[in-house]
């Protein structure tokens, strides 16, 4: 299969959540609805992705566990698309809870705590689960330079390495293309540094174990 294909808005995919009747509403590749069947087909919409959250339930406790684990093919030809879906997902349900009773970092937490029992199969095992939502600030430039002319990577921040990313994207000098050339020739010499460190570290493990 084509590596760029793309099975999201395929007009021979079955239906899921949404029929294709409804895909092509939600992205207007069809325009003759009148109000009320407006109306009526996002009544419909609803209706379907509430039953569908009621569904999950059900797949949680019942679906056996060789048919979840081939819906998460690791090696399927579509994974980006639907890495691209699992992410939309989780936005949609963070967006659609906010101001729910229950905090979406609570369900998470909860959910992610439930599925950690599945896997150990005890009630016994337990887990911390942290979700924060931190705006990114103000960074201070110089200081993130300077911590990259000096190699501390590792003081870097996330918040200033998605900041300083972003900063760098939209500067006028930045260049995709040549940026993208430059990295691949790159690439090959930072992949040996990184197993020879591999190496040696494990070479220096079995010294000390001699």
Known sequence: MDESYDPTEDDDRPRGILTPSDREFLLGQKTDYTE?????????????????????????????????????????????????????????????????????KHMLAEGVNKAE???????????????????????????????????????????ELRAFVRLLTESDEFSPDAAREELHAQMEEFVGQVEAAERARDQKVSDLRD
Not at 62 to 87: Q, S, W
């Open 36 to 104: 009320h069947s407006k109306k009526q087909k996002r009544n419909r919409i609803r209706r379907r992705l509430r039953n569908a959250i009621l569904d999950f339930s059900i797949i949680f406790e019942h679906l056996e566990e060789r048919d979840r684990e081939m819906v998460f093919d690791p090696d399927d030809d579509a994974r980006e698309a639907y890495t691209r879906g699992i992410t939309n997902m989780l936005g949609f349900l963070h967006l659609g809870t906010m101001g729910y009773y229950v905090p979406f």
């Open 117 to 159: 029992q599945r896997l150990a199969g005890s009630d016994y095992r337990m887990v911390n689960v942290e979700f924060n939502v931190d705006p990114v600030g103000r960074i201070d430039v110089d200081d993130v330079i300077d911590k990259l002319d000096n190699d501390e990577f590792e003081q870097l921040t996330d918040e």
